[in-house]
């Protein structure tokens, strides 16, 4: 079946533009994850969702960043007023949810996004 | 707070040349490490799950093993399709779906 896909897979925008980032995960994984990976890094935990409900956003760097997954299904995380230091890789993953034990999470092929 | 340290950084075998790349972590109450590998320009893919120490996992050329400090991802006889990056990860506090992955081992295996 289809894996975790993620659109676009590069964006550049100049400085103090707005971008959104779009997640689609594997049908019927509950969970969703966004990731921020700089190069040579390992991935950077920002937010994670189960079903629609955002369970965790301690790692977004501010209130510039936000995400949503209305459905449950598909998600958007979306940066505004974007800055130079935002560039990086932003990595999607999704799972079935997990309980007592850990379900390993499928990564998708990111999307690099560079601000002028 | 929770940390992961790799190391080697990166490292560069001969093809058949065994080696171990390490994993440590500083964890209040580990529940759990998990391995991923992860090709240049793609999403990590997931290789192992290590719950309590003394457990170990085996896939192909590839054997982890977890102690109370640290995690061992052994290769044995590598072949140049095992380059890549390793990445160990470790769940945070109350649950298993926030995780903390370490910077990776770079892995270069020369025919």
């Known amino acids: 079946g289809a894996g975790v896909s993620q659109s676009p897979r590069y964006k550049v925008t100049k400085r103090g533009q707005d971008v959104a980032l779009r997640c689609d995960p594997i049908s019927g994984h509950v969970s969703l994850y966004w990731y921020r990976q700089a190069l040579g890094q390992g991935p950077e935990f920002l937010t994670y969702?189960?079903?629609?409900?955002?369970?965790?956003k301690s790692g977004l760097p501010n209130d510039r960043f936000s995400a949503e997954r209305p459905e449950g299904s598909i998600s958007t995380l979306t940066i505004q007023r974007t800055e130079q230091r935002d560039s990086a890789m932003y990595r999607c993953?999704?799972?079935?949810?997990?309980?007592?034990?850990?379900?390993?999470?499928?990564f998708g092929p990111g999307t690099r996004l560079t601000v002028l | 707070e929770d940390q992961v340290t790799q190391s080697p950084e990166a490292l560069r075998l001969q093809e058949g040349e065994s080696s171990s790349l390490n994993c440590s972590y500083t964890?209040?109450?580990?529940?759990?490490l998990f391995w991923y590998r992860q090709d240049p320009g793609k999403g990590p893919e997931f290789l192992f799950t290590l719950y309590s120490a003394g457990e170990e996992k085996e896939k192909e050329r590839l054997k982890a093993t977890l102690t109370k400090k640290e995690s061992f991802l052994h290769i044995t006889a590598p072949k140049p399709e095992d380059s890549a990056t390793y990445l160990c990860?470790?769940?945070?506090?109350?649950?298993?779906?926030?995780?903390?992955f370490g910077i990776g081992t770079k892995l270069q295996v020369i025919p």
């Open positions: 969702f189960n079903y629609e409900a955002q369970q965790d």
């Open positions: 993953a999704s799972a079935p949810l997990s309980g007592s034990s850990y379900n390993e999470q499928f």
């Open positions: 964890v209040s109450g580990l529940r759990g």
């Open positions: 990860a470790v769940p945070n506090s109350g649950g298993y779906q926030k995780v903390t």
